[in-house]
């Protein structure tokens, strides 16, 4: 037996022992997970530093802050999401309890992403714990000490049958994904991400794929342009452009395109320096297949700031590009790197019809101070997230489901949504035997008057206050015992 399916038949056989059902076990291992992130919190940006420079105070505001306030907000709000949960009912099923109960799916596979390891790792495992479930974690080999750090410090923090990592690179990854799980959560590239769909598909295991895409950036002509381009710079460099909602390209009219060029040339100044090879703020591409990668992505653009690049180090200097042609080699795939490509397009028609040849992104960001431009932008066009006037602050929202669409993925997750996507929402109708007069409608032999009856009841719903569910179940009572023992016989 590999060690993956020893890993996955532990954690199966923990399940099944149902300790991870109760929600006083949740908690306390939510809990133990939080502790983690205030004691090992030099652990984890140490090894961050050496995977993608990230500093220490930016692995705090990009990584785990964001869990520490999901985590806060599961212990919280856990009794809540985990309660049955009360639904319309018709007059058929008046008289019966009927309710949605939320019950752990079982067994999950988390497979992480390297560009964000704690975040996009550790935050489906919060929603994993938090509905009752086992979860195998593995992290992206990728991200080689982080990885290491995770396989050494999550066993001694949750339970380590329960919620084992197993690291490795595709090999491991393929011999988990012949394993048996309940539900697949995949951060990644949608070429992985057909992967784990065939995989999956084998079991008929659902997925979520977090996947990515294009993610278009329109400028109105008639915005604050100065504060535009600091907040989408901000979107676009952070993390050295290797994050999935970063804006991947502008669209704007040509008249401003100097002025866009100039403003992000100053907001990159104004965050990462005069040299931003030095500024500790400013992170590195995760390896040099990617740096080449990147970098050719260049050639046959026209470079208006930035464009170097030092192999040896992974640096990779905030680059704009000028009058980029849709066929153009960096219109062709997801960037994620520092590379910010301009296409001038003749307004707002013109952008969205652009948008909607390509696939659907998994952002989607406008800038306008015009809301018909806003509602346009979003109203005729398709995205996982919309944004106006800002970049990336949605993924912050755990009251906003983050997800893709077609392309850019399926299922979403954070908060509640998280929960949900990985409970089983099980519908349950529980029914005393009385009152059977009331069924006789259904019962054959079936006449026209026992279906007007059924029609009656069967599509009357009431949404009442608890008096009034009272009263008319009281009268339904009577009107039952009277009425349809008398005349549906």
């Known amino acids: 037996m590999s060690r993956e399916q020893q890993a996955v038949a532990r954690a199966r056989k923990a399940f099944e022992t149902g300790r991870s059902r109760p929600l006083e076990y949740r908690i306390i291992q939510l809990k133990n ?16 530093k050496k995977d993608l420079n990230k500093s ?53 596979l988390i497979i992480g992403a390297w560009n964000y390891p704690w975040a996009v790792t550790i935050q489906p495992l919060i929603g994993a714990i938090a509905a009752g479930n086992a979860a195998v974690v593995k992290p992206s ?63 008929l295991t659902p997925v ?11 400028i109105d002509k008639n915005c604050d342009i100065s504060i535009a381009c600091r907040r989408i710079t901000w979107g676009k460099y952070t993390n050295c452009g290797q994050t999935c909602i970063a804006p991947d390209y502008i669209l704007c009219d040509p008249s401003i395109q100097d002025r866009v060029i100039e403003e992000v040339k100053k907001s990159i100044k104004d965050f990462y320096t005069e040299n931003p090879k030095t500024c500790p703020d400013y992170g ?27 192999e040896s180090d992974c640096f990779i200097a905030p680059t704009v590009l000028r009058d980029v042609k849709p ?40 800038f306008s ?25 949605h993924f912050s929202v755990s009251s906003l489901p983050f997800g893709g669409v077609g392309n850019s993925g399926m299922g979403c997750y954070h908060g509640k949504f998280s929960f949900d996507q990985l409970s089983h929402l099980r519908g349950c109708l529980i029914k005393k035997l009385k009152m059977e007069g009331v069924n006789n409608m259904r019962y054959p032999p079936h006449t026209p008057k026992k279906l007007g009856w059924a ?29 349809l023992q008398k005349y549906i016989r």
């Open 33 to 48: 997970l939080q502790r983690l992130f205030i004691e090992r919190e030099k652990d984890i940006s140490d090894a961050i």
């Open 56 to 108: 220490e105070v930016g692995t705090q505001l990009y990584e785990t802050m964001g869990l520490e306030g999901e985590i806060n907000l599961a212990i919280r709000k856990l009794k809540e999401w985990a309660a049955p949960r009360p639904v319309e009912k018709n007059l058929l099923t008046l008289s019966d309890t009927v309710y949605i109960q939320p019950e752990p799916l079982g067994l999950v």
């Open 141 to 203: 080999e990728v991200c080689v000490h982080t990885a290491k750090v995770m396989e050494d410090l999550l066993p001694l923090y949750i339970d380590k049958e329960l919620y084992p990592v197993v690291t490795g690179g595709v090999a491991e990854t393929q011999e988990l994904l012949r394993q048996r799980f309940d539900y697949i959560f995949y951060t990644g590239n949608g070429t992985v991400g057909k992967v784990i769909m065939e995989a999956a598909a084998k079991h």
């Open 208 to 218: 979520t794929l977090e996947l990515g895409g294009k993610s278009p950036c329109y």
């Open 284 to 310: 590195r591409i995760i390896n040099q297949r990617h740096f080449k990668r990147i970098m050719a992505l260049v050639g046959d653009s026209t470079v208006a700031a930035g464009g170097d690049g030092d």
């Open 327 to 366: 066929d153009a080699k960096v219109m062709q795939e997801e960037i994620f790197g520092p590379i910010l490509p301009i296409l001038p397009v003749s307004g707002l028609d013109e952008a969205i019809k652009f948008i909607n040849k390509g696939e659907k992104p998994l952002a989607l960001y406008v």
């Open 369 to 393: 101070a015009d809301e018909k431009v806003i509602s346009r932008m979003r109203d005729e066009t398709s995205s996982g997230g919309f944004l106006a006037n800002d970049c990336l602050v």
């Open 455 to 483: 029609r009656f009841f069967f599509l009357t719903t009431f949404d009442l206050g608890w008096a009034g569910r009272m009263l008319l179940l009281a009268l339904m009572a009577v009107v039952a015992a009277f009425v």
